[in-house]
């Protein structure tokens, strides 16, 4: 979940996609505590999946802010 001010309209890019890596990240812990403390064989094999994606998603988002940051097109702007 991101910070309720990330809702703000005129929120400034920068800010909107380092809200965005806080919360994947956070999601990416959440799951990756789950992989760790459970016993549970199909719970685990979900929670790989979901740490999986969490990655490449806090990844992407790396690579976005670093686009940002360098005054170049991001992705969904090529």
């Given amino acids: ?15 909107a996609l380092h809200i965005a890596l806080d919360a994947e990240k956070a999601g990416l812990g959440f799951y990756a505590h789950v992989l760790a403390t459970t016993d549970d064989p199909e719970i685990r094999a979900l929670a790989r999946e979901f740490v999986e994606a969490e990655e490449g998603h806090v990844r992407e988002l790396e690579k976005w802010i670093a686009a940002h940051a360098a005054g170049e097109a991001l992705p969904a702007e090529g």
Avoid: E
């Fill in 1 to 15: 979940r991101a910070a309720i001010w990330a809702a703000d309209p005129f929120i400034a890019r920068g800010d």
